[in-house]
């Protein structure tokens, strides 16, 4: 199978999981918000940030770096083997640490410590996740299958074992725990990846200075993507928590549906780098950023349009402020997939990741000043807006780095024609929400905009999009 081939087929196995991942939200979220109600969902989401904090600081930057390095030498075993034991034990050492402070703190801590407890899986399975290695080696059939299996497992246990509001423990603790089953499971085939190496040969020192490179952005990251929901949780109420943890969970799944290919990329941009093949740079580059234009746009407005519609039968009743969260927080799709789609085919590839992280850390200290001025204000709605601006920021610096890559005039030309379609698609798309209601309606809605989007740009000959077509026809005569 051809490097282009295998890129396809690793982007199809990541999709799919992607797609199983949506879907179980789709299903258990409209019955457990239900069930535990807006003030329960905002517990969860408060303990549950916090604690991705801590492992965030606790994995440094070695998710991001270990891929790199794996892909870099993955024609050769020996190597990658070397530095893939380099760097688990590294992460394994720093999130041991950091699990004995975070256990510590919770000694403290009298408000929801049973919670926090509950959550201890999670450092756990940090410590065993070596997806990076299978992300490194491009090897995303093995993740995929085991992701979805231990994904069906927590959805069947969720729906049998959690009844009632007072459940939520019971919640928490198959969330964690089919987290650690599944990270756990990558170790399964482990010996027919890797080689063994001397506990002598490994030095983790060398890695300590690269990963604080990626450690920079991954703490900010999470920093101002989860502070806002801490911040929630000390100065407005459970319920506003919970408001805000529905609206981000919707954005979150199609962001991760569009950043699938990115993953992807990744791998395949640090391979390109390594054999220095200018070409195959320009040419990835290229269409990653007409990828994400081509769906982040329709995406992000659909989401605006069926949002009222959306949340009435989706959530239930009580959660009406997520449609007015849903229609301000939709722009953010569009900006972080861009913000990943950069950062995965240009600043991690050719290690400028330096030049991210200060569009990260300065996002993330705006964030954190919005949020403490906003929310006490504006509640959960101030939550939203404050991070809609910190994507912007971070957004706006990635381009002034990324300039000499990818122009944003090129952006521009490329974008025009998506824009347009999208914004006639929210037209119809509202227009439609105004007579139709219920899931069907939702339906209705959603396939409508997909033929309005999709016909106006082969109306406006997306080259794109044509040429796309034309290969797939191509290949299917050829057959």
Known sequence: MGKSDNLKSNYIFNLFVVIVQAIIPLIVTPVISRILEPDGIGVYSYTYSLIIIFISIGTLGTSTHGQRQIAMFSEDKE???KIFYEIFFLRFICL?????????????IERYATYFWLQIPFFVAAMLDITWLYQGLEKFKSVAIKNILIKLLGLILIFILVRKKEDLWLYILILSSTQLLGDAALWLNIKEIVCKVPLKALNLKTHFKDVMVYFIPTIAFQFYSMIDKVILGIFSTEEETGYYE????????????????????????????AKTDTEGI???????????LLLALPISLGIMGIASNFVQWFFGS???KVAILLVVVAPIIILMSFITCLDSIVFTPFGLQSKANVATVSAAIFNCFATLILIPW????GAVIASLLAEIIILVIYFLYAKKYIPFKQVILLSYKYVISALVMLLGVYILGMYVHGILGTIIQIGCGAIIYFAMILILRDKFVINTIKSIFKRRSNS
């Not at 640490?97 to 000694?107: D, E």
């Not at 504006?378 to 709605?381: A, E, G, I, R």
């Open 246 to 273: 529905q609206a981000h969970k919707i954005v979150d799944l199609c962001v991760s549906f569009l950043t699938a290919y990115n993953v992807v990329i990744r791998s395949r941009m640090s391979y390109l780098f």
């Open 79 to 81: 190597k990658y083997s």
């Open 318 to 320: 009580g959660y009406e």
């Open 378 to 381: 504006l509640q959960s709605l």
């Open 282 to 292: 320009k040419t990835n580059i290229s269409k990653s950023v007409q990828f994400v």
């Open 96 to 108: 041991f640490l950091t699990l004995g402070v975070f256990a510590i703190s919770i000694l403290f």
